[in-house]
């Protein structure tokens, strides 16, 4: 056995058995200062961060930008007050300093109005409602939690000048955070001098004063049954049995593997946790809420059922097991849907020109010109290209409207559903595209299986769940499972708050609850991610110039790290700063194959467009730099900002976070209050008859 899983086991005892804490912490902790300090606790970064920073996107007030940042989805991850108390590591710094958390990819918040604790940009304090706190709450009203701004957050810096862009790539290095996390906490409890620091803060202690016996033997039981949790367990048992053998590193995490292991796992431990390797790239969120289906393998149609999805994934706790509160969870879906509402409102950031230096706007022109309108002759027809259409999948034909045109635009242009769904709106139809076409996954040239694939192939043993929510179906396609659990999350959370059916039309953004699994990747509208890199589902493409080039000319390692911008490849630069990631694209998972543009014989797997010289790719790249092509039709936007104007007072003014059924005057809101403010911005939603395409 070696040295490392002779650690994990361990550590696995221990979390189990606390009576071996105290020992086995002194005797992890003289391994750790020997020989093993650095395989767990890697070196980190050390980013500058400027105090100032420029804001790219004007459409949202400064208020709101900071709501955004603050608002819990409803994820538990730790309770708060020991989150406050912990020590990082095995030092004395705080682990909540900007200066740890930076080290991490999290963006310093300096304002004082919503965040007064000075977290990162999207780690936010989680108010339990009452009636959860006892189990799912584990006792603790009060709970760290994560939110959509840490990830969906990017800032990029370029000689000395910051640029936020939000709803941009984050930089967060999530996977490592977590188990910083977790060993931080087993180092506090298991060193005495350490663990009498965090007993008194967790207690509000004055300096100097110690707690009781009393006092420590509550907080050892508190913590035992932290350690015990499945949270906990999982994470632990993720390290130990190498669930995600490929390290994401920085800007991307396996959401739909960690997503359904997290959601399902609990149901049958034995089967419902899959080793993954599907990680990807935070996606940026502009226009993302008028997509027909979103996520990498376009998976999920409607926005709230998404986010519930993600949130459970990342800890939103949910009751399975006892009937009569089934379903009912720590979401906080009206939160969920005022994100919802502000990112639908969010344009892509404009390329700063006094910044990042001047457009050439000839170049422009000329990319301008390759994009929409030179035409590949070996272009495959649409029907050959994208996913065949299958009304039971969900799946689309081809849309006769796409352009037929440009070396990009016959796919990436942004072209809206032919027909209305049943409440009158239009969805831009995003087509998908076979991987046998675009190659961007190594498996279709050999063995390895990825995201897309590893999701479409999941299946989900249904447990307890069986015969209650699955008609006694014991397994289940992972489109089923997902459909069932989270709709049956949504209806809990609807009637337990009284919600009205047109408030829930709306709160479920006029799209029914629906997931499916297909074999491909589609294409986006391009606006804005000239701010994105690295590039592709994976992460796996440094710069939009070597995504532009021949596989063969792409970098096969590189260093993620430096938030440093390189303005003329467009990505981040390639610098082995301290703490930086190394990106190995011949790792499981990590192929920076295929989306290729080279001369090939016709139907080459991963080839679809001719080969682009090198002033082309940077015709394009000038393009790519102002590309403005998504108009977001006026009345949902229109709609959008009237629901944020009329529940302004719920989320806007007041101060810390948005405490759940508080009385009015200390920022809580009832959900009944809520939805009448929602009801009354927009006309109530009537539905036409569902046109063939949305019947199941
Ligand atoms: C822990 C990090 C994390 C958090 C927190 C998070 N997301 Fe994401 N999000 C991701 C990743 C990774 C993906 C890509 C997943 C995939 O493609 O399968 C994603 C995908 C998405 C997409 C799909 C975009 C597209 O173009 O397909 C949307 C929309 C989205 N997130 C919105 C949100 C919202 C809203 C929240 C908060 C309620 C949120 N996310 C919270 C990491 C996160
Ligand atoms: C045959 C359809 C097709 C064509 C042609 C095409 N793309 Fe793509 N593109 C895609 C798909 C599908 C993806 C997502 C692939 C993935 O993530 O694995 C993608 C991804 C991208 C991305 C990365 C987005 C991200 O999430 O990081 C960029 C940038 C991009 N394309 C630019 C271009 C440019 C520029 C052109 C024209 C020179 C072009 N594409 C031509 C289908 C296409």
Redesign the pocket.
Same mark, same amino acid.
């Given at each position: 056995m070696n040295l490392f899983r002779w650690i994990d086991s361990l550590v696995n005892k221990l979390v189990k058995n606390y009576t071996l804490w105290i020992f086995g912490g002194l005797i992890i902790l003289a391994i750790i200062a020997v020989k093993a300090y650095s395989a767990i606790f890697i070196p980190l970064l050390e980013p500058p961060v400027f105090s100032s920073y420029r804001v790219l996107q004007t459409e949202w007030t400064d208020d709101r930008r900071e709501r955004y940042y603050q608002t819990s #989805?409803g994820?538990l991850v730790m309770p708060y007050a020991w989150f406050r108390a912990l020590e990082w590591r095995t030092g004395t710094q705080m682990w909540t300093s900007p200066e740890v958390q930076v080290k991490y990819g999290l963006l310093p918040d300096n304002d004082t109005k919503y965040n007064p604790d000075r977290m990162p940009i999207?780690i936010v304090k989680e108010i339990v409602p009452d009636e959860y706190v006892d189990d799912l709450g584990e006792g603790q009203k009060e709970w760290a939690s994560?939110?959509?701004a =840490?990830?969906?957050t990017s800032q990029i810096q370029y000689k000395g000048t910051a640029l936020r862009i939000d709803g941009g790539e984050?930089q967060?290095r !999530?996977e490592q955070w977590s188990s910083d996390l977790v060993f931080s906490l087993v180092v506090t409890t298991s060193v005495p001098s350490k663990f009498e620091r965090f007993c008194a803060r967790v207690n509000g202690l004055k300096a100097g004063q110690k707690c009781s016996t009393d006092e420590k033997k509550l907080l050892h039981t508190q913590l035992k049954a932290y350690f015990n949790s499945d949270l906990i367990m999982e994470a632990v048992n993720a390290v130990i049995n190498h669930i995600y053998p490929t390290q994401e590193g920085f800007m991307?995490?396996d =959401?739909?593997g960690r997503g359904v292991n997290g959601v399902f796992g609990p149901l049958n431990p034995n089967k419902n946790i899959n080793r993954s390797t599907g990680s990807?790239?935070?996606?940026?969120?502009w226009y993302?809420?008028g !997509?027909d289906w979103? #996520?990498?393998? =376009? =998976?999920i149609r409607q926005?709230l059922g998404?986010?519930v999805t993600?949130?459970w994934g990342?800890n939103i706790r949910v009751e399975v097991n006892d009937p009569n509160k089934r379903f009912g969870s720590t979401a906080e879906l009206d939160n969920?849907f005022w994100?919802?509402s502000l990112?639908a409102t969010l344009r892509a950031p404009k390329w700063p020109e006094d910044v990042l230096g001047p457009i050439d706007h000839a170049r422009a022109e000329r990319g301008k010109y390759l994009f929409n309108e030179a035409v590949w002759s070996q272009a495959p027809s649409p029907v050959l290209e994208q996913l065949p259409a299958n009304a039971q999948d969900l799946i689309a034909p081809p849309n006769p409207n796409r352009p037929k045109t440009g070396y990009c635009a016959r796919c990436h242009a942004p072209t809206l559903d032919v027909q209305p769904n049943q409440y009158g709106r239009r969805y831009i139809q995003l087509p998908l595209y076979r991987m046998t076409v675009l190659g961007t996954d190594s498996w279709v040239l050999g063995t390895d299986v990825w995201?897309a694939k590893g999701f479409n192939e999941r299946k989900v043993y249904t447990g307890i769940l069986a015969k209650p929510s699955y008609n006694g179906q014991e397994v289940v396609g992972i489109g089923t499972a997902l459909t069932t659990n989270v709709t049956g999350v949504l209806n809990k959370w609807f009637q337990e708050h009284n919600i009205s059916e047109p408030c829930q039309i709306i709160m479920e953004g006029y799209r029914p609850n629906e997931f499916r699994a297909p074999l491909g990747y589609?294409a986006?509208p391009l606006d804005g991610y000239w701010a994105t890199g690295p590039f592709l589902?994976n992460g796996s493409v440094r710069t939009l110039y070597q995504l532009l080039s021949p596989v063969s000319e792409r970098e096969k390692t590189f260093w993620i790290g430096s938030w440093e911008f390189d303005p003329v490849n467009v990505g981040f630069v390639d610098e082995k700063i301290k703490g930086a990631f190394l990106y190995d694209t011949s790792l499981r998972g990590n192929s920076n194959a295929g989306h290729e543009f080279r001369d090939a014989p016709p139907n080459t797997p991963g080839v679809i467009g001719p080969y682009l010289t090198p002033e082309q790719r940077l015709d394009l790249i000038e393009y790519l730099k102002v590309l403005d092509s998504v108009q977001m039709p006026p009345e949902p936007l229109q709609q959008h900002t009237a629901v944020l104007n009329a529940t302004a007072r719920f989320y806007e003014g007041h101060t810390g976070p948005t405490p759940v059924g508080a009385p009015e005057e200390n920022g809580g809101f009832k959900k009944t209050d809520f939805c009448a403010a929602v009801d009354s911005a927009v006309p109530t939603p009537t539905a036409a008859p569902a046109p063939a395409a949305m019947k199941k």
């Open positions: #989805q994820s999207g994560l939110t959509c =840490a990830c969906h984050g967060w !999530f991307r995490t =959401a739909l990807v790239s935070y996606p940026p969120l993302t809420h !997509f979103v #996520q990498s393998p =376009a =998976a926005p998404r986010n993600e949130g990342v969920m994100m919802e990112l995201d589609p986006r589902h």
